[in-house]
């Protein structure tokens, strides 16, 4: 990739209203927007859903996690494998989370400090510490596309002097990221040498934390930049308030990011707001539990109704799943604790969100998304 392909990834296509159509091109290959990226936590997606399987189910990007994969196996050892695309055997586009979520809400003890974070991990209670350095350095040794910034990520509600100071240590641990991923990507032996680095905006629900954050860790220019520390208990309303706060802020030629975001809805809505990236564990967690998502609302497998129906999960649904099973076979799976129905579930529901993508950049492309977002907001949120 030359070094031009490498500061300007990112092409942004046309607009509808504040609604994107973009394209991006990475190493690992093209990603077209807006996206959703398929959870694969550990490298794999729960379920029993195996990294190759996602090509199927139209995945464009696949999300690890970076404090997960630094616990178990480690980094090192996916390092000796070559990086996380030959240990998974998955060749497309993968994104690393920094690790910053998982450190906060998950670690047994921590202790911030501006170095970074001295915590216990939640397995075996082992002291760990981790800074921006340290998440750039284990993020290189996975080789992923796109590396997340490590960003201190706080609860909602939070007081407002913290949420201050805490966006600011998070702007100062982005300059040591970008700083870090220069290195790396210089040294000989390191696997990825055009990994991409995507910053976090923070200020918990203040706007002008939010926008005073945006505006400082913009001038940076990095190769994305994602919106943190929403979808963690306020309101949708509170969620969609800080897009619209925060988006004029946002370089308009850089892909934006909403992470861990989330319904059907959600996603409609943000992508009306100028959003370009999302992730979720919502498709395949629900599936788990026979929660599923179609084009005629929300279905809960579990109901009594469904004992003989003869019907696919989804009529108007391609995937392989609708296509070869009933709904009264899948429910039968899931009340015979047999986990193929698990695993049907979350292929069925990761192929709804990739569609839904894709059918939303289809109606971008053919200037009719305010009219394709009208008639689905409601309807994919009604229960079956």
Sequence with gaps: ????????????????????????????????????????????????????????????????????????????????????????????????????????????????????????????????????????????????????????????????????????????????????????????????????????????????????????ISELDLDGYAIGGLAVGETADVMYHIIEQVEPYMPKDKPRYLMGVGTPQNILESVRRGVDFFDCVMPSRNARHGNLFTWEGKLNLSNEKFFDDPRPIDEKCECPVCKTYSRAYIRHLFKAREILGMRLCVIHNLYFYNTLMEKIREALDSNSFEEFFRKWVEKLGEKI
């Excluded at 159509?21 to 729960?46: E, L």
């Excluded at 390092?79 to 996380?84: D, E, Q, S, V």
């Design 1 to 216: 990739m030359s070094e031009e392909t490498k500061k300007l990834p990112f092409t942004l296509l046309k607009t509808e209203g504040k609604a994107r159509r973009g394209v991006m091109q990475t190493v690992h290959g093209t990603i077209q927007t807006p996206v959703f990226m398929n959870v694969g936590t550990s490298a794999a997606i729960k379920g029993g859903v195996s990294l190759p399987d996602l090509k199927e189910c139209k995945c464009q990007v696949e999300l690890s996690n970076t404090y997960h994969l630094h616990i178990r196996p480690g980094d090192k050892l996916i390092k000796k494998f070559g990086g996380l695309h030959k240990f998974a055997n998955f060749n497309g586009p993968i994104l690393t989370d920094s690790g910053g979520f998982q450190v906060f809400s998950l670690a047994k003890l921590r202790k911030i400090k501006e170095e970074g974070v001295y915590f216990q991990s939640h397995m075996d209670g082992a002291r760990i510490f981790m800074g921006p350095e340290e998440s750039m350095q284990i993020q290189s040794n996975l080789g992923s596309t796109i590396a997340m910034a490590f960003d201190e990520c706080i609860e909602n509600p939070c007081e407002y002097n913290y949420a201050k100071r805490s966006s600011e240590r998070t702007a100062r641990w982005l300059a040591r990221c970008k700083a870090e991923m220069q290195r790396l990507n210089s040294l000989p032996d390191t696997i990825n040498k055009n990994q991409l680095l995507f910053g976090i905006n923070q200020g918990s629900t203040y706007e002008d934390l939010r926008i005073e954050n945006m505006k400082k």
